[in-house]
């Protein structure tokens, strides 16, 4: 049976920071966060927006384009959860006027849960291919001010219909599969921002891709010259680029390093999105490359802690008919700019906190985070 991704869909936060910015706020040269790092600008959620509005506001275009038939179920993956227990899979499954008849649960492996979500549709589909499974992908990254982790913050959704017979990407049954107990990157339950271990990160990334691509070449009998493109995760775009380097090196392949740009076009301008971030590099793909027609692409997914899966798909002929690249431009260009300042007080303030409030009408998104009342969060829909 053929099933894999029929759709998919963006969102991301009200405001952008330019690094040129941070980087003279910080004293850097600039060109460390361009060229050394490969990114460009962040996205910075408003007070009213968070992992649910945005997660929601992804998936609105799904719901209008092809209605709530078959889908029984919405896997939320997030590593920057709103609550302990309650799901932010229920809340979004209210916001789009879901049917009861759907489960609805959020997942959790840092970076990976967006594809824990994709192999786990994968399979409901498979034991019932009248079903369809929605998916969404939502965080913020968030890491200490003045750290060395803060220009690679940012926030991001992508929200995607798994299906059978879908419209834009097969998904192949043999993956490779790696994780390793590493303490690289962490949020420990009493703190909004991530802890992390920089050049621990960088290697521990590096070893999940070499160990993924050797599981799979193992189940799969797949060889460097049958995949046609790259998607990586993209905690910062350079970070894939060094981690295909080494993939290159380990299995003696020659690559072009202009090839993984396009993929970059859209994490380079809204910073990492954790469990969004590959996905993010797949609509870029999809929205602006020509030349996919039955191609085969690789998807490396890395979660630190640490888990990697290398996933293989096939585009379907006819995926151009359905590109929607001038609208994701459209969302990223119409981002209101914020001052460093203006960032730094967000930042200051936890969105997670529990205490009664009412946020400032900021966003224009569909769906608001309104705000606190007995210690349940508030949502609404703007339109
Ligand atoms: N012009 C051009 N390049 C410059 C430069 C300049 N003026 N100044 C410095 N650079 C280059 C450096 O040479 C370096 O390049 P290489 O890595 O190719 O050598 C690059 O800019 C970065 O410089 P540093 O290594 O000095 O940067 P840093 O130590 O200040 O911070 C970091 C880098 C450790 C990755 C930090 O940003 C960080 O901790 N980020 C968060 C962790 C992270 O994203 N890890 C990725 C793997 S974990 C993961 O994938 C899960 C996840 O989403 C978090």
Redesign the pocket.
Known sequence: MRVGIHDLAVATGHHVLDLDDLAARNG??????????GQDAFSVPAADEDIVTMGAAAALPLIERHGTDGIRTVLFATESGVDQSKSAAVVAHGLLGLPSTARAVELKQ??YGGTAALVAALGIVARDPRERVLVIASDV?R?DLD??????QGAGAVAFLVAADPDLIEIEPASGLFSADVD??WRPNDRST?L????L??S??VDALLGSWDDLADRGGIAPADIDRWLH?Q??T??AL?AHRAWSKHVGAEFDETELATGFTYNRRTG?S?TA?VFLALAALLDLDDDLDGRRLALFS???GSVGELLTGIVKPGYRALRRAGQVAGLLDARVPISVDDYRELHAATSTSSEARQNPAVTTGPFRFTGVEAGARRYARTE
Request: charged content about 20%; proline content about 7%; some cysteine.
């Open positions: 850097v040269d600039p060109a460390k966060y361009h060229v050394g790092l840092a970076c990254a890491y750290s060395a982790a803060e220009p690679t690289d990157f991530a992390v271990d920089g050049r990160s960088v521990a990334y995760h905690p910062f350079k970070m060094k990492n954790y971030s890395y979660g630190s």
